[in-house]
């Protein structure tokens, strides 16, 4: 199993600005993944964070609007740029660990846009 | 394109009774399905994870069964608490790690 922190927890930024959000792992892992879950809806795969190679994005989501950084092994930060009130949700960061591809999750950080 | 639904979206019971929530999806070419659980404004919860070859798994007072042939996997809660209020997530995966979650089923067990 992996124990996964998120900072910060929530917060709430204006139209136009940028935030960048924190995932930290408790342990070396190989895979590590941002989603997003938008009010009402389930959660939706943003990219992979690859270390030391840029991040795999999934159709709809660009680098431009979320920049992923993946430094080491324990730590990756999604940003979300030029915000607008559409990227108002939770987001989360998630680690593949193990030989069964099974998944864990942080706590989420819920992001309203103003 | 993989699509996954669960059923039914709400659920409302008296604390004590057994329960099956419902998840279905449309590519049988899953390597592993998860169930979560995740509580309001929190994050997600591991709870089972079977993999394709598998038919069952059992965590306590939870049961996950999966039918790959026909889409579906079904969880089974037996003698519910108030505790268990939470949404139930179902998520498939093609051995990539890249999960695709249901829709999600919003459980509130009443004392």
Redesign the interface.
């Known amino acids: 199993s992996a124990v ?1 922190s ?1 900072k910060p927890s929530r917060d709430i930024c204006q139209r136009g600005t940028s935030l960048t959000i924190q995932c930290q792992v408790d342990s070396q892992v190989t ?1 590590m ?1 941002w989603y997003r879950q938008q009010p009402g809806q ?4 943003i990219a ?1 964070a690859n270390q030391g190679s840029e991040a795999t994005y ?1 159709s709809g989501f660009v680098i431009d609007k979320f920049p992923i950084s993946r430094p080491n092994l324990t730590f990756s930060t999604l940003t979300v740029s030029n915000m607008s009130p559409e990227d108002s949700s ?1 987001y ?1 960061c ?1 680690v ?1 660990t193990g030989g ?9 950080t ?1 992001l309203t846009v103003t | 394109k993989q699509e996954v639904t669960q059923i039914p979206a709400a659920l409302s019971v008296p604390e004590g009774e057994n329960l099956v929530l419902n998840c279905s999806f449309t590519d049988s070419a899953i390597y592993n399905l998860q169930w979560f659980r995740q509580d309001p404004g929190k994050g997600l919860t591991s709870l089972l994870l079977i993999q394709s070859s598998q038919r069952e798994q059992t965590s306590g007072r939870l049961n996950a069964s999966l039918d790959k042939s026909s889409g579906r996997s079904t969880l089974y809660i037996a003698a519910s608490q108030p505790g268990d209020s939470a949404t139930y997530l179902c998520a498939v995966d093609r051995g990539t790690y890249k999960y695709i979650f249901g829709t999600g089923t919003r459980l509130k067990v009443l004392a």
């Open positions: 996964i998120q895979m993944f389930s959660l939706t795969l992979t999934e939770i989360l998630s593949g069964e591809y099974e998944q864990y999750f942080g706590p989420g819920r």
